[in-house]
């Protein structure tokens, strides 16, 4: 199964649609889903000679931002959407 890569002008349209004061976060690790603020993007040639751009995270303690929002994982189809458990009722104090 061939692999495509997302191209620059795919993300261009893409974030074309989104709100452009937003910040940019990148989502890592689909079996630890966090969060993690982006700070450059690096033009490089890789091997066969064709143009990449990398986005990076930074370097600071605060890049990591914490647990990526579930809504997302289950959009990404990282995890599957998932319920919470039906509530127990309450003891009462006499313990019933």
């Not at 990591?64 to 003891?91: K, T, Y």
């Amino acid at each position: 199964m061939p692999h495509t890569e997302m191209t620059v002008g795919d993300l261009i349209g893409l974030l074309s649609a989104c709100d452009r004061s937003a910040p940019v976060l990148q989502a890592m690790n689909p079996f630890f889903p966090m969060a993690h603020r982006l700070s450059q993007v690096v033009q490089s040639v890789d091997e066969t000679g064709q143009s990449v751009v990398y986005l990076a995270e930074g370097r600071d303690a605060d890049t990591q931002l914490g647990h990526l929002p579930p809504e997302v994982a289950v959009e990404l189809a990282w995890q599957p959407p998932v319920q919470a458990p039906p509530r127990r009722p309450r003891r009462t104090a006499s313990g019933k």
